[in-house]
């Protein structure tokens, strides 16, 4: 089992900058691969942000430049840099971690508004 917080989020005029935090807890060291999900009101859940145990990234189009992504290999903590966010970043964010298993665990959620 993988219990999964992500802190961070808030309210932050375009242009600004936020990190989020994603804090495992219980199997960690099962842990494989770790992304950052999105979803805005109205619309479908999409991964913005994507690593794995080896490093390798992957960024949503619209996030490349802007967002980085990265892991704490020791707490396997994955943080999201995100920096020049407009209000389309406007979202809840969420972790997801995927086990050597195949099992998949999600965060709350926690909530990034841009707006002035």
């Known amino acids: 089992q993988v219990q999964l917080v992500e802190s961070g989020g808030g309210l932050v005029q375009p242009g600004g900058s936020l990190r989020l935090s994603c804090a495992p807890s219980?199997?960690?060291?099962?842990?494989?691969?770790m992304a950052w999900y999105r979803q805005a009101p109205g619309k479908q859940r999409e991964q913005v942000s994507s690593i794995t145990n080896d490093g390798m990234t992957n960024y949503l189009d619209s996030v490349k430049g802007r967002f980085t992504i990265s892991r704490d290999k020791a707490t396997n903590t994955m943080y999201l840099q995100m920096d020049n966010l407009n209000p389309e970043d406007t979202a809840v964010y969420y972790c997801?971690?995927?086990?050597?298993?195949?099992?998949?665990?999600w965060g709350q959620g926690t909530q990034v508004t841009v707006s002035s």
């Open positions: 219980g199997s960690i060291f099962s842990i494989y691969f």
């Open positions: 997801h971690a995927v086990t050597s298993n195949a099992l998949g665990y």
